[in-house]
């Protein structure tokens, strides 16, 4: 069984980074694709970013393309996340994915496995 933990997340001026993590344990990641998203107060769950574990390459949101850098340590089994310039809606719960199956990459129900999710609040 895939788990998937994320940290890094917290209170960040506008303008500022963050960088967040997810650990994955359990599984081979060789084969999937791992991504993020995010859930913003009131607003669905939206993607953010995605890495195929393989190949690594990327695709992002255009909301963060630009800003957005989704990156993975095959070594520790961990995906990144960092965010620069960040903006006031950048804030919301950052989630952390695993696909292994067909289906949009940018589509919740894509993926199988997912982080309990980790607070990003920027402030203005």
């Known amino acids: 069984q895939v788990q998937l933990v994320e940290s890094g997340g917290g209170l960040v001026q506008a303008g500022g980074s963050m960088r967040l993590s997810c650990a994955a344990s359990?599984?081979?990641?060789?084969?999937?694709?791992m991504g993020w998203f995010r859930r913003a107060p009131g607003k669905e769950r939206e993607f953010v970013a995605t890495?195929?574990?393989?190949?690594?390459?990327?695709v992002y949101a255009s909301s963060v393309k630009g800003r957005a850098t989704i990156s993975r340590d095959m070594a520790k089994n961990t995906v990144y996340l960092q965010i620069n310039s960040l903006k006031p809606e950048d804030t919301a719960v950052y989630y952390c994915?695993?696909?292994?199956?067909?289906?949009?990459?940018?589509?919740?129900?894509?993926?199988?496995?997912w982080g309990q999710g980790t607070q990003v609040t920027v402030s203005s």
């Open positions: 994915a695993a696909r292994y199956r067909g289906g949009w990459y940018g589509s919740p129900s894509a993926y199988s496995f």
């Open positions: 359990g599984g081979t990641f060789n084969g999937a694709d």
């Open positions: 890495i195929a574990w393989s190949s690594g390459s990327t």
